[in-house]
């Protein structure tokens, strides 16, 4: 499985941002998509993830600001971030995994938010 994140970049506080990312190869119909992010000196951390059957989790601190979707005919999935937050400055990874080839991550895609 190959992953390509698109998106990020650079918005100040209160700001919206969307990241998306594509998957393609050994896709197995029954997955779960999401993203993860990591600021400079912390550890990757969960922001949202959504199943191939519709099932969606949220970290705390992005509920009500961010909503994860998905295209399952694409085998892709997006990330709307609005109301952005400084504190939301890292690099966000994608992530897919199915039972049949585990995970994978993608490249990461900056996201810098100003105050």
């Known amino acids: 499985v190959q992953l390509q994140a698109f998106g990020g970049g650079f918005v100040q506080a209160g700001g919206s941002l969307r990241l998306s990312c594509a998957a393609s190869?050994?896709?197995?119909?029954?997955?779960?998509m999401g993203w993860y992010r990591q600021a400079p000196g912390k550890q990757r951390e969960l922001v949202a993830t959504?199943?191939?059957?519709?099932?969606?989790n949220y970290a705390d601190f992005v509920k009500g600001r961010f909503t994860i979707s998905r295209d399952n005919a694409k085998s892709s999935v997006s990330l709307q971030m609005n109301s952005l937050k400084p504190e939301d400055t890292a690099v966000y990874y994608c992530?897919?995994?199915?039972?049949?080839?585990?995970?994978?991550w993608g490249q990461g895609t900056l996201v810098t938010v100003s105050s």
């Open positions: 992530r897919y995994y199915s039972m049949r080839t585990k995970e994978t």
């Open positions: 190869g050994n896709i197995f119909s029954i997955n779960s």
């Open positions: 959504a199943t191939s059957g519709g099932n969606t």
